[in-house]
């Protein structure tokens, strides 16, 4: 009971210390890619994967927004992996799309990425990429942010209020984030299922 009692409330702060005007500053940049007709391509990493596909759902579907997520394609992601190496995943998936300046990178991420340590250089190669093109940069990532929060137009970084727990709590509120985002005023365009249920 005590461990449930400490991480409900380490998520209580975790609420208290989120900078709001960053996630405003997610939602203006995701109203005008919208209006821009841009596409918007989620990466993401383990739990941060999973996460990236239930976004391209909602963003497609609640705010109107063409999203994708090369972690949806296993085959090739596993193909991509297996011929040219995993920091090349996501980069080699952005150039076959055709990635460009009317686009944006949404990175979902505990760390951000690290190119010093090796730390998730898929995303790092990705953004490097992203920057080249003119490509608008946006996350929702943990700790200190890092390589996705230097480089970012607009980041939320989930605060970290416990070293134990901060994986469950930034990979959470991506969650609560994004959800917050679609259900915005600004960003939604189409009802709910539940919430149109009278």
């Given at each position: ?20 005007n ?18 918007l ?16 759902n ?64 898929n ?29 970012a ?37 189409s009802?709910?299922?539940w919430?149109?249920?009278?």
């Amino acid at each position: 009971m005590e461990y449930i009692k400490q991480y409900l409330g380490e998520a209580t702060e975790v609420i208290n210390n989120i900078n709001v005007n960053s996630i405003e500053a997610l939602v203006k940049n995701l109203t005008q890619l919208r209006e821009n007709e841009g596409r918007l391509f989620f990466i993401g990493v383990g739990g941060s994967a999973g996460n990236a596909a239930h976004a391209v759902n909602d963003f497609r579907k609640i705010a109107g927004i063409e999203a994708y997520a090369p972690t949806d394609n296993v085959s090739e992601l596993s193909a991509r992996t297996n011929d040219n190496g995993w920091h090349t995943v996501f980069v080699d998936w952005l150039k076959g799309s055709r990635l460009n300046s009317k686009d944006a990178i949404f990175v979902l991420s505990v760390g951000g990425g690290n190119a010093e340590k090796n730390i998730s250089s898929n995303i790092v190669h990705a953004l490097d990429y992203a920057k080249k093109v003119g490509t608008k940069i946006l996350g929702i990532v943990g700790k200190d942010g890092g390589y996705t929060a230097k480089l970012a137009d607009s980041c939320v970084i989930v605060p970290t209020v416990n070293d134990a727990t901060i994986t469950p709590h930034a990979e959470s509120f991506q969650a609560v984030i994004w959800h917050l985002i679609v259900s915005h005023p600004e960003m939604k365009v189409s009802e709910m299922k539940w919430e149109s249920m009278k």
